[in-house]
């Protein structure tokens, strides 16, 4: 009996394929957005310490809000470069609409109109929360252009 060696029986491997794991603006993204439903999260603590009497929970309120404001402009342009480099637009449409929410949440609790600004406020939780979730449960790779071929 002959011995055949299975590595020449084996037919050649595909090149690799390119990585399927986040890119790094999906990875800044990931970080901001975290980041955004942290302090979002802690907005209405700030606003429940206030309204039980603290009323240094209203300054807690108000630099929560300028930060999240930030935040929210910061996420946008993470958004924008996801959008260049991953090809996704969802997150930048996502992250414009909670960025012009929170601007009507924003002046709405200047003006002092809580009929507006507390459903906003809950409104935009659960945006932060679900944009979140989304932006973790798949990866965000790059897209790789397709080889050219001159036939």
Known sequence: ????????AAPAADPPAPRAGTAVSGWVLRATATLFLICGFAQPVFAGVYLT??????????VGADLLSSLSIVQLGAAVA???RVRR???FWASLA????????YFAGLDGALWLHLPLGV????????????LWMRPLPRRVK????DA
């Open 1 to 8: 009996m002959e011995r055949r060696s299975t590595l020449a």
């Open 53 to 62: 009497g603290d009323f240094d929970g209203l300054t807690w309120h108000v």
């Open 82 to 84: 996801v959008w260049i």
């Open 89 to 91: 637009a969802w997150p």
């Open 98 to 105: 909670l960025l012009l929410g929170g601007v009507a949440q």
């Open 123 to 134: 409104a935009l939780i659960a945006g932060i929360a679900i944009t979140f979730a989304a």
């Open 146 to 149: 397709e080889a050219g071929t």
